[in-house]
């Protein structure tokens, strides 16, 4: 069961975002893009503890606003991965199981949540993860959403920015392609053996850090989710995501 680990909630949410800088704080439905994260993790109750891990006294400003906790951590930190790490070194939190929610993913939700943590209290994975069936052909082709490819168990074997997998005969196939749904939860010796790997080929050309973590042999499980989700990675996401908010107020 769930609650039998110690879990524990950490929101990355750095400022200087490249392709949207400072998109955390912009408003959405009313209040900052990063409180939806907060929101949302708070009516989860399965948490010991959340946090923000900001790298900026602008966000902090923000953040307590709304009341909410944080921990600064370094600038320099080239991933929400990394600044887990940061915090799990600082030993201001501490956790079995470590959830990252990312600040620009507005719409996880609880239900999200338990579908995530439905085996954290198996020992066959490492890290957990949420893959949802495409239904738009414009994701399949697009670069902006990663899809993933899984074994018979349920674990990753590849994730791409490209159309995976590639089907050689068009005509008579089902197809099914999945995208990558950008929260994660690591065991907390996961997140040790990542703090020391380097970065690989396969992430350093599709610039997807969950391939590192395959390429040293820790075991992703992906679990499906029908719930829709839309990243902030670009001000037209931020623009659809209003558009979603405004149809299903």
Known sequence: MIKQKNIVCIIPARLKSTRFPEKILKNLGGKPLLQWAWDAANKTTIFKDIVFAIDSEKTAKVIKNFSGKYIMTSQNCKSGTDRLIEVMHSGKIDGEIWVNWQAD????????????????????????????????????????????????QGHAMYFSRSQIPF????????????????????????????????????????KLEQLRFLFY??????????????????????KNAEKFINKNK
């Not at 490492?126 to 239904?135: A, F, V």
């Not at 042999?217 to 931020?238: A, C, F, R, S, W």
């Open 105 to 152: 993913e507005p719409f996880i939700n609880q239900k999200m949540i338990y579908t995530l943590l439905q085996t954290c209290d198996q020992n066959d994975s490492d890290i957990w993860s949420l893959k949802k069936k495409i239904i738009n052909d414009n994701e399949i082709i697009s670069p902006n959403f990663a899809k993933v490819v899984c074994n018979s």
């Open 167 to 206: 089907y050689r005969d068009k005509e008579n196939v089902e197809k099914k392609y999945y995208k990558h749904v950008g929260i994660y939860a690591y065991t907390k010796t996961a997140l040790q053996k990542i703090a020391k790997m380097k970065t690989c080929y396969f992430e350093d050309a599709e």
């Open 217 to 238: 042999g820790l075991k992703i499980k992906l679990h499906e989710t029908d719930q829709e989700v839309i990243g902030i990675d670009t001000p037209e996401h931020l």
